[in-house]
């Protein structure tokens, strides 16, 4: 019946084109349909590619080729109130003659390379065009009609079809029409692509968002659309009202090309409808509002001037840097010289598709971003986004891709601050070869290469592993990732110049991404079986008692080692997903496994072991055996970040399938399952979202699109957002102030959001505020000139506050104050965030210049040059502080304030030596007998008291005082600055850094004077 079918088909089509060829109405001359002779995308540059196609289309010369075209101009969607409903504007295509075999073919087999799908484009609705074509003069000469019709085009879309570019096989691209008064070589040449904005013209486009729901050929192209096919056939037609019959149309630039109708009576007439007669809510502001209050007069002035209060009042973060240095920066680090900052290219530069096979084991976020982007209100939808105005894209991006972008995680490829921390490391390791004896074992270059790779792991994950995965296959890569590949891009023109590692711009594309959507979701648990069979080295390692499938995880699966699954599969934590779309478009299919929600997943990079250069005892022998990489296995290792071990040794990691628990995984603080702005005027929970927005069973009708169960995707409870932060503010407050220079892009490209980089810093203050201590105050003594007071500070974190890289830190400020005057303080800052003494000089103790300049920790303060300052110190092997991961030699203090339900490490004796090792990690150091660091058993607080004992001047003894306690944390504090300076002051990270630095405004926000304000109470002295 199928071949009986496709012969009708066939013999009716053949019928159909010569009716019309002797008719005349298909536009060509010869006897046959030509393929346009253009190149394949892939062959050249991308704006190369552009330079030959944008003028052949803008000349219309596809219409000389004898294509098929549609029977008509026709809608994608509905057109209601003035707005328009379409996946397209209003579309006539035309089909090149390939596309049309395939469709003749009953869409079997494959569509040739070079075929062509052009989409004219019409500004809506197809009506207007409909009508037109019944103007008299036009039913008299049908050439006159398809004249005039190509002079209304707007623009066109296009699918040129290049099976080896990409898994779906097309080329997307299209530009728009020339403007008003615009050449077609001035319109080509103002829309060649560049990196400034997500490429016009590409492979894996965002189309593919709505086009992965077609049945096959990622087209939903039909026959029956088509003239001179199915002539019984009808397109498929929506509902239009007639708010479009609005005269200004004709006369209104913003809708050129329509403007060119003016004087042409009979369309006219067509948009000559009153606003009377068209619907109310089409109607322009000005026009309700006239009719309207004509006769119900207010005073409209006060409700105005509120309304324009609520638009332009000033946001608490600035959005420019500043324009000069400040001096408070510069003069406290004694700066000078700093150089023009060497630029990250941009973000839409970061562009890697899944190949004609399939996805490679990473590419980049924008394939991800069409589906998991987010829509912003109407007429395009509203997923994943909470709207709080009337305009598209007026609210808070909460989908995937949004919130992941403006996360640490979205911006660690970029990061600033982990450049220039990477280039000091490289700078130590020179030291240490100029050393006598040094302490590498190995060559400077090999120790280079493992302690950068080992970075990039993480910071440039996707680019240093599909390096090392592709130099495998090809021994003419090399597998040393190179810094100098960040600044690698696929180029645009056959004129830029190749620099010498071109060859691997792919791999920097991959890295700037930092920890993207392909790092965590292909991520896949130990099997059962990976774990029973496990011996370790000793069997004391690990006894009966102990959680084996964690300890496997501690021993194999941290410091960025990750088990990665299968190239065609992608994990998550659903079981029941539409698969067809992404299997279609990427050639992954999503699945659904616990790992997913598991906090060990996290702890991949959360746990962090790494070598201590210089070390000659080896402390931790099972962390050393731990590691696999031959030229860091020779040093003795620690725990260089712990926040994991930190979770896992609290109360919020225990009974987690038990009721009434304070279980809560890293994802249910971190993912969390509601929203709420910084001002707390939108608060949502539980947050119910799609999880995808694809063309899907709520979207206008389509010719040959996927079944509606393969399509539909439900409205989920238990949407989890990606915020994904923690408290460095200011870093993402450096991307916010400088785009260009960090190569981000401010705008989303889904959701036409502004405000990405806003939101990730408002989670960070919504969590200082809310999820991160307690602070309390008491007096307990005052007695003339002298009081007693204590300062309580509750951890509400699930981990250590502070957590994450050791030189992050958190003091409290305290301070006894004559109405506004301080007049005796503890841990006051200057306006570089360095904390200043009772002469108002910075301390000493700042910047760690010798083995003995720090703060130690304090159960007791009676000094205004004492700081209780929580954080971790080390030194390297010359008794030096040091901020190095590598050379953490000697272990000074950690105070960080611990979580509830902390134990001791001992208390993992009876588990084994491996959870003892790692567990030491979580261990205090440096706080003498202080209670609040013991261990008390499995209610431990996770607090600590300090008393302050002041003295005041006697001229106070009667005075009427109160007294302020703050909690301030700081992510790049004053001493690691410092070193940045000392080990690399040339290097053109650290040189970027120190411009950023010095020209970040935080004046009048949260992060003022360089610290963030966690808590803060205050008590008036008795």
């Avoid at 648990?525 to 496997?552: F, I, M």
């Avoid at 000074?892 to 339900?901: A, E, F, S, T, Y």
Wanted: proline share 7%; hydrophobic share 35%; aromatic share 10%.
């Amino acid at each position: 019946m199928n071949t009986i079918r496709l012969l009708l088909r066939q013999v009716t089509s053949h019928f159909c084109f010569l009716y019309c060829l002797w008719f005349g109405v298909v536009p060509f001359v010869g006897a046959t349909p030509q393929e346009a002779e253009l190149p394949l995308p892939r062959s050249l540059p991308v704006q190369n590619y552009e330079q030959q196609l944008y003028p052949w289309l803008m000349r219309q010369e596809y219409k000389a080729l004898g294509w098929h075209r549609d029977k008509e101009v026709r809608d994608t969607g509905p057109y209601v109130n003035g707005d328009y409903y379409g996946t397209h504007p209003a579309v006539r295509i035309f089909y090149s003659p390939g596309v049309m075999k395939w469709l003749e073919n009953d869409r079997q087999g494959d569509i040739p390379d070079g075929a062509m799908i052009i989409k004219e484009m019409y500004l809506p609705p197809a009506v207007i065009y409909q009508e037109l074509e019944q103007d008299p003069k036009y039913q008299k000469s049908p050439k006159q009609y398809e004249k005039d019709l190509g002079e209304l085009i707007s623009g066109w879309t296009v699918m040129v079809r290049d099976q080896q570019g990409s898994k779906d096989g097309w080329f997307w691209t299209g530009p728009n029409a020339p403007k008003q008064g615009q050449s077609i070589a001035e319109a080509t040449k103002a829309q060649l692509d560049d990196y400034s904005h997500p490429l016009y013209s590409s492979f894996g486009d965002m189309c593919l968002r709505c086009h992965a729901s077609a049945e096959s050929g990622f087209t939903f192209s039909a026959l029956s659309n088509i003239k001179g096919m199915e002539p019984n056939q009808e397109p498929i037609r929506f509902l239009v009202d007639p708010s479009w019959r609005n005269p200004a149309k004709l006369t209104d630039d913003d809708y050129y090309p329509l403007t060119k109708l003016k004087g042409n009576a009979f369309a006219e007439n067509l948009f000559g409808l009153t606003p009377w007669q068209r619907p109310w809510a089409s109607r322009p502001p000005e026009e309700k509002a006239s009719e309207y209050f004509a006769s119900n007069p207010v005073d409209l002035a006060p409700m105005l001037l509120s309304h324009m209060r609520d638009l332009t009042e000033d946001s608490p973060l600035p959005e420019e840097s500043l324009s000069s240095a400040n001096n408070a920066i510069t003069s406290q680090f004694k700066m000078a010289g700093i150089t023009s900052p060497r630029a990250f290219p941009s973000q839409w530069a970061d562009h890697v598709v899944a190949g004609p096979d399939g996805a490679q084991a990473f590419i980049t976020s924008d394939n991800c971003l069409g589906c998991h982007g987010g829509l912003g209100g109407n007429p395009y939808g509203l997923v994943m986004f909470a709207q709080t105005g009337p305009a598209y894209g007026e609210g808070y991006n909460l989908s995937e891709y949004g919130e992941w972008r403006w996360s640490p995680m979205g911006l660690a490829g970029r990061d600033p601050i982990f450049h220039a921390q990477l280039e000091s490391e490289m700078a130590y390791l020179e030291m240490d070869a100029k050393r006598m004896p040094s302490p590498l074992k190995g060559t400077l270059v090999e120790n280079k290469t493992a302690v950068r790779n080992t970075c990039l792991s993480c910071h440039g994950a996707m680019g240093q592993r599909q390096l090392t995965i592709d130099a495998e296959k090809d021994r003419t890569l090399n597998p040393d990732f190179q810094v100098d590949f960040f600044y690698l891009s696929t180029k645009l023109n056959l004129k830029e110049k190749e620099p010498e590692n071109y060859r691997y711009h792919e791999y920097g594309e991959l890295a700037r991404e930092g920890i993207s959507c392909l790092v965590c979701h292909r991520i896949k648990g130990p099997s059962h079986q990976q774990v029973e069979n496990w011996q370790p080295e000793y069997r004391d390692w690990v006894t009966r008692k102990a959680d084996k499938s964690l300890a496997y995880m501690l021993f194999h699966n941290t410091t960025g080692r990750f088990i990665r699954g299968e190239n065609e599969i992608l994990y998550g934590p659903f079981d029941d997903v539409a698969t067809k779309p992404m299997a279609h478009s990427l050639g992954l299919t999503p699945e659904g496994q616990p790992y997913t929600r598991d906090s060990q997943m996290c702890g991949t990079c959360h746990t962090i072991n790494l070598p201590n250069i210089g070390a000659t005892e080896d402390t931790f022998p099972i962390l050393t055996a731990a590691e696999t990489n031959p030229a860091l296995k020779v040093y003795p290792h620690s725990i260089e970040q712990a926040t994991f071990l930190e979770w896992q040794n609290s109360i919020f990691a225990a009974n987690p399938d038990k009721k009434k628990t304070e279980f809560a995984s890293c994802q249910d603080c971190h993912m969390p399952n509601a929203f709420q702005n910084f001002e707390g005027s939108v608060n949502i929970e539980p947050l119910r979202s799609q999880i995808a927005s694809i063309q899907d069973v709520n979207y206008p009708e389509s010719e040959h699109r996927l079944p509606n169960s393969d399509i539909t995707v439900p409205l989920r409870e238990n949407y989890r957002r990606h915020e994904l932060v923690g408290l460095n503010v200011f870093m993402v407050e450096m991307f916010d102030q400088f785009p260009e220079i960090l190569g981000v892009d401010k705008t989303d490209p889904m959701t036409s959001a502004t405000n990405g980089a806003d939101l990730a810093v408002e989670n960070m203050l919504l969590q200082a505020k809310m999820k991160t201590a307690d602070l309390k105050v008491d007096v307990l003594e005052r007695n003339g000139n002298t009081l007693r007071a204590r300062v309580t500070i509750r951890n509400k974190a699930g981990h250590r506050f502070p957590s994450g890289v050791a030189f992050r830190r958190a003091f409290i400020e305290f301070t006894v104050l004559d109405g506004e005057t301080s007049i005796w303080s503890s841990g006051s800052t200057n306006q570089a965030g360095v904390i200043i003494g009772g002469d108002g000089k910075p301390l000493k103790t700042e910047f760690l210049s010798s083995p003995d300049d720090y703060q130690p920790h304090y159960q007791t303060i009676t000094s205004q040059d004492q700081v209780q300052i929580y954080e971790e110190l080390t030194q390297n092997a010359q008794y030096e502080f040091t901020t190095s991961f590598i050379h953490r030699v000697h272990h000074i203090k950690d105070n960080r304030l611990l979580p509830k339900g902390w134990r001791k490490s001992e208390h993992f004796k009876n588990q084994g030596e491996l959870m003892v090792e790692f567990m030491e990690a979580t261990d205090p150091l440096g706080v003498g007998d202080d209670p609040d660091y013991q261990d008390q058993g499995k209610r431990f607080p996770g607090q600590d008291a300090v008393i302050y004992e002041v003295t005041l001047p006697e001229k106070y003894s009667s005075s009427a005082l109160n007294v302020r306690a703050r909690l301030y944390y700081q992510a790049i504090p004053p001493y690691w600055i410092k070193q940045r300076l000392d080990a690399a002051p040339n290097g053109e990270a650290t040189q970027r850094l120190l411009h950023l630095i010095t020209h970040l405004d935080l004046n009048n926000t949260p992060m003022e004077s360089w610290k963030l304000k966690i808590q803060e109470a205050s008590l008036n002295l008795p």
